[in-house]
């Protein structure tokens, strides 16, 4: 189970002096990756977009940026311009030339007439300045959701042949790497998460496949191509390791995923089902799925040594999985702070770039 998230209630929050916003998000929840090199300011930002009712990502740099895009699907680009390796001009034609047409969202504490016709020239859904006043945010991240709605709408409308044929290009290309995951106890590897990875322009990350699949109803047969996959790797892991194996809530309709003669249903004993569910979890949800690990996700994990916040919802969400018997793993673990930090607070297990990065199988990891 992956994404695991506590809601509240919305506060009235701030980020610049004077603008104050309380009032309830009513729009569509969006995935928005806020790109800065500043930590206090993606973190405040970050943190007021979740607020509105949006799913965040974050990344430290461009390049960053990047590689988060190749495994997750994101709705709204909200990126710094300024920054050391890649600024945000440099961002977005790299996303123009993977063709992600993602809305981009130039935030710069620096602007001028000359960024700002760039920003133009270029593409750019919304510039915008710092310190940014909170309903402006809202409003630009609000737009840009809307406008790729309609977007992709008359986009499916008008070309659902090219989708299909883009679809079963990549499904013809679709390959999987593994991500190593690692005991804090014994700080060896335990297992392994199964990664769809594609080779098609037209669809280049997990997040585009699975939209198309989406959209055209073929979320079965995307799923059982992906695991006919993970079997083949399975056939020459170790025989102790663990395969974590994701699942779209459909795949759990699909008689084929419990059948004898399923190419994966011979692991049976080696494979973790990851049931991906990204909208807010009640406590029932974990009476009803019994499952027996739950995954704390990147977003909680990320800066988690410097934040307390963070540390107590993990702290809560560690301690009702361990009255209930499960086991705990922390993903997106990339410093040796935060992999300190989750270990402290109880997870049994860890994964992210600090460890090893996805790969072929099978990857070498390394705890320190």
């Known amino acids: 189970m992956n994404g695991a998230r506590i809601m509240t209630p919305t506060p009235t929050v701030k980020l610049k002096p004077g603008t104050e ?49 190749k495994v997750d699907r994101v709705d709204v680009l909200l990126t710094d311009l300024e920054m050391p390796d890649m600024d945000g001009f440099e961002l977005l034609q790299q996303l123009r030339v993977a063709q992600l047409d993602i809305p981009a969202l130039f935030l710069t504490g620096n602007p001028s007439i000359s960024t700002a016709a760039r920003a133009v020239e270029q593409g750019a859904f919304r ?21 790729q709605a309609l977007v992709s709408a008359r986009h499916l409308d008008g070309k659902r042949a090219d989708l299909e044929a883009s679809f079963y290009r990549a499904l013809d290309g679709l390959y999987v790497h593994v991500q190593p995951i690692l005991s804090v106890e014994t700080r060896t590897t335990i297992g392994y998460e199964a990664l769809m990875r594609s080779r098609e322009p037209a669809l280049p990350h997990p997040g585009a496949v699975l939209d198309a699949a989406e959209r055209l109803g073929a979320l079965h047969v995307l799923g059982r191509h992906m695991r006919a996959l ?4 399975i056939e020459t892991a170790p025989p102790e390791a663990r395969f974590f194996v994701n699942l779209h809530p459909a795949d759990l309709a699909d008689p084929d995923l419990f059948a004898p003669t399923a190419p994966l249903s011979k692991h049976a004993h080696r494979v973790v089902l990851e049931l991906t569910e990204r909208a807010s979890l009640e406590l029932s949800y974990f009476a009803t799925v019994s499952p027996d690990l739950i995954k704390i996700d990147m977003s909680l994990v990320r800066g988690i040594d410097g934040d307390p916040v ?30 300190e930090c989750v270990a402290r ?15 072929p199988a099978f990857p070498l990891a390394c705890w320190s």
């Open 21 to 69: 916003y309380d009032e309830p998000a009513v729009h569509e929840a969006a995935c928005v990756l806020v790109v800065d090199d500043d930590p206090i300011v993606r973190r405040a930002v970050a943190r007021l977009i979740r607020q509105r009712g949006h799913r965040t990502l974050e990344a430290t740099s461009a390049r960053h940026a990047l590689e988060v895009l």
């Open 127 to 147: 510039y915008l300045v710092k310190p940014i006043e909170s309903p402006a945010l809202f409003q630009a991240i609000d737009d840009a959701v809307s406008t």
């Open 230 to 233: 993970t079997a083949a790797v």
């Open 310 to 339: 963070k540390q107590r919802v993990v702290l809560a969400m560690v301690s009702l999985a361990m009255t209930l018997g499960m086991e705990v793993v922390a993903e997106g673990v990339e410093t040796v702070a935060e992999r």
């Open 345 to 359: 607070l109880g997870c049994h297990y860890v994964q992210g770039y600090l460890l090893a990065r996805p790969g």
